[in-house]
């Protein structure tokens, strides 16, 4: 599979909006943030659980469940390691993390020759069951790892936070948002503990697969090139 080599190069151009007059004012900035973020590249992961026992779900064929994220940050080292994802919801995958027994995932960060893995956990209406194809083994914690991958983390759930209404902070309002239907399109924040880091020491030779400009891409680490943009 021959796939894309990241270089990033262009101007700079600022815009600041802190106040709302007008929907056009804040679709505005959406559209500014959006544009931006695209230039920026992103890791691809991929988070696999156990797939509900209880489900009244009739597609269910498969023990495991995993989606493609949108988003995977780490926040934080000390006093113990912390990463941060959204997800759309609504979707089974959020519901699942959040009724997961002890919370557990995993979080597979795709190589790039995993392209195709990565489409397969984003695209439910192509592809309802995509564990099935898809190799894969469980960890010494019970959790499913795709094949392949540069390595995975073993995680608990610490916090789940719908963001579709975080006008109001108060404890009253956040419980209220928190049970209410979110809109369509809406996401929700997780913050994991890291409990296992396996790094898969055969797939050293590969580089990270990462989203950028609405493609999966990769990295450039040729030498003596000032344009290439490497993690």
Avoid: W
């Amino acid at each position: 599979m021959n796939i894309s080599r990241l270089r990033l190069t262009g101007a700079c151009s600022r815009a600041y909006s802190s106040n709302f007059s007008s929907r056009a004012e804040h679709h505005n900035l959406l559209e500014r943030l959006a544009g931006l973020l695209r230039e920026t590249a992103q890791p691809v992961a991929v988070v696999t659980t156990h797939a509900s026992a209880n489900s009244n779900d009739q597609d269910v064929a498969h023990p495991y469940h995993g989606a493609t994220l949108s988003s995977f940050t780490s926040i934080s080292f000390l006093p113990y390691p912390v990463i941060a994802f959204s997800l759309r919801v609504p979707s089974r995958m959020a519901t699942l993390l959040r009724s997961a027994k002890d919370h557990a995932f995993a979080m597979n960060i795709l190589s790039d020759s995993q392209e195709s893995v990565a489409l397969a956990f984003s695209r439910p209406d192509l592809f309802p069951r995509p564990f099935i194809g898809c190799p894969y083994k469980t960890n010494e914690d019970g959790l499913p790892v795709i094949n392949g991958v540069l390595g995975s983390l073993s995680c608990r759930t610490l916090i789940s936070l719908p963001l579709h209404n975080l006008e109001r902070p108060d404890d009253k309002t956040l419980a209220q948002t928190q049970s209410a239907e979110p809109p369509k399109g809406s996401s929700e924040l997780f913050l994991a503990k890291v409990l296992r880091v396996d790094i898969n020491e055969t797939e050293k030779s590969h580089l990270p697969l990462v989203y950028h400009r609405r493609k999966y891409v990769t990295v450039d680490l040729t030498p003596g090139k000032p344009n290439a943009r490497h993690g």
